[in-house]
């Protein structure tokens, strides 16, 4: 139980730290506090956990037809739903959420890459270290 916990709160952080890192890159998202910032992160998580599979179950021919680029759309409109629900976070149109989704997954990958639950082994043989 713990364990499960314990990446959520991981995941948080990092979608947290993903959404501040975009907003001083991005002048079009702003949040009005850290505690909108914060809850911003959780709502995300929460959108794209329960409603964005069943989004992309319903556009998947969409999906297939684009080679797979409408799943960007998919996470603009996650991010412009949690900017309507949550007051504080203004974001300015559909292109700066469809910017900010991409860099959110490329400042995730590359943070999550660096976990130690993530899939980074560090083999110690004696010699010379292996990572897989």
């Known amino acids: 139980m713990s364990a499960h916990l314990s990446d959520f709160f991981i995941h948080w952080a990092i979608m947290s730290l993903s959404l501040w890192a ?20 959780l709502m995300l998580g929460f959108v794209n956990a329960v409603i964005r599979p069943v989004l992309l179950i319903l556009t998947f ?9 409408f799943v960007l759309v998919v996470n603009a409109l996650m991010i412009m ?25 490329l400042f995730s990958l590359f943070i999550e890459y660096f976990l130690p639950s993530q899939g980074i082994i560090i083999i110690n043989t004696g010699g010379p270290t292996i990572s897989v």
């Open 22 to 41: 975009a907003s001083h890159v991005f002048s079009g998202i702003k949040f009005s506090s850290k505690s909108t910032l914060i809850i911003s992160a």
């Open 61 to 69: 021919p969409l999906t297939l037809v684009t080679f797979g680029l």
């Open 81 to 105: 739903l949690v900017a309507k629900l949550i007051n504080g976070f203004k974001l300015s149109g559909f292109w700066t959420a469809f910017f900010v989704g991409i860099f959110i997954a």
